[in-house]
C-alpha cells in the first residue's frame, strides 16, 4: 500500500470528503463545529457519549461515501509520540475501503510545533514495503490531502522527504538478499549515489592492497566477489569547520566462523551490512536537504 500526501490550501468540496480531524485525549468536539455540519457534529456527539474512549483513533461512519475519524492526543505529546501515531493512523487506513483522506491540520487542540508534518512522518515511514521479489504485490494507493494553516512549511517538507528517502534507501539495502547485494553490487549501487551531488570513492583490491589493508583483503579471499572500501562525502559548511565522519560496517554476508554459528539463525547474517546501510542512507538524506 503506497500513501501519497498533497498539500492544499483549502477543500473543493468538503461535505464529500473523508476527514481526518484531531481532538484532545477526553474527545471534546466543540473546536469542530466549524469543520463539519450540524447533523455530523450531533451524531458524532451522541456516539461518543456511549463509547468508552481507551482507544487513540476512532472512526465514524457519516454515510456510504464519507468516513470521519477522530485522533486523540494529550496535552503534553511530543514530537516522537505524534510520529508514532502517525504510525498507528497507518495500520487503520490499511483496514478502511477508501482511497482518499483530507487531513485537517487546524483541529490540533494543543500547541505542537510541526505536528502535521511529524504525523505524516510517521504515516510515510510506516508505509514502507520491500516487495521487490513477490510476484503478488498490494498496488493499492492512498492519497492525503493535507490542508489548513499548521501545514508544514517548504523547507520542513523538503526535510521530511529527505529523511524518509535516505530511510527507505537503507531498508532496502538491508532488505536484499545476500545473493543479490554482494560487494560489487553495493559497490556499484554507492557509485550511482553521485547523482544526489555525494562524493563516492570506491578503493578496490589494487588500492586497497596499496594502502596497506591486508587484513581485509585476506578476509576477502574467501569469496569469489572483489572487496572493497566505501567513503562518501558531503560537504555541508562553507566554513572550515571539523569533519564529521560516520563508519558502518559492510559485510554483506558474515559467513566467519560457520562451525560456530547455529544454522537456524544464518539467514540472517544478510543484515550484517546494516551498519554501513545505515550511513549511506544518512549520506544521502544530507545531500537531499542540501
Given at each position: ?9 483549502s477543500l473543493a468540496n ?130 492525503v490531502i493535507v490542508v ?143
Amino acid at each position: 500500500m503506497t500513501i501519497s500526501i498533497n498539500y492544499k490550501n483549502s477543500l473543493a468540496n468538503k461535505n464529500s470528503s473523508n476527514l481526518v480531524l484531531f481532538v484532545d485525549e477526553k474527545f471534546n468536539i466543540s473546536h469542530l463545529k466549524k469543520h463539519i455540519s450540524t447533523s455530523e457534529y450531533t451524531y458524532i456527539y451522541d456516539l461518543l457519549k456511549n463509547r468508552d474512549l481507551k482507544k487513540k483513533i476512532y472512526e465514524f461512519e457519516i454515510n456510504s461515501n464519507k468516513k470521519i475519524i477522530l485522533i486523540s492526543l494529550k496535552k503534553n505529546t511530543t514530537s516522537s509520540e505524534m510520529e508514532n501515531l502517525g504510525a498507528k493512523f497507518y495500520d487503520h487506513l490499511k483496514e478502511i475501503n477508501k482511497s482518499q483522506f483530507v487531513l485537517n491540520s487546524d483541529t490540533l487542540p494543543i500547541n505542537i510545533h510541526n505536528f502535521a508534518g511529524h504525523f505524516l512522518h510517521g504515516l510515510k515511514l510506516k508505509s514502507y514495503k520491500f516487495e521487490k521479489y513477490k510476484t503478488k504485490k498490494n498496488n493499492k494507493n492512498i492519497s492525503v490531502i493535507v490542508v489548513g494553516k499548521n501545514k508544514p512549511s517548504t523547507k520542513d517538507q523538503i526535510k521530511f522527504k529527505a529523511i524518509e528517502e535516505g530511510t527507505f534507501y537503507t531498508r532496502d539495502l538491508v532488505s536484499e538478499p545476500g545473493n543479490v547485494l554482494h560487494p560489487d553490487e553495493y559497490a556499484r549501487r554507492l557509485n550511482l549515489l553521485k547523482k544526489d551531488g555525494l562524493k563516492i570513492n570506491i578503493y578496490d583490491e589494487k588500492k586497497l592492497k596499496k594502502l596497506g589493508m591486508n587484513t581485509l583483503l585476506g578476509v576477502g579471499q574467501g569469496s569469489i566477489r572483489g572487496s572493497y572500501l566505501v567513503t562518501m562525502e558531503w560537504n555541508g559548511l562553507k566554513d572550515k569547520s571539523k569533519p564529521l565522519a560516520f563508519v558502518g560496517k559492510g559485510v554483506c554476508f558474515d559467513t566467519g566462523g560457520i562451525s560456530l554459528k547455529p544454522a537456524k539463525f544464518m539467514e540472517d547474517m544478510t543484515y550484517d551490512m546494516a551498519g554501513s546501510a545505515v550511513v549511506v542512507g544518512l549520506m544521502k538524506s544530507l545531500a537531499l536537504r542540501k
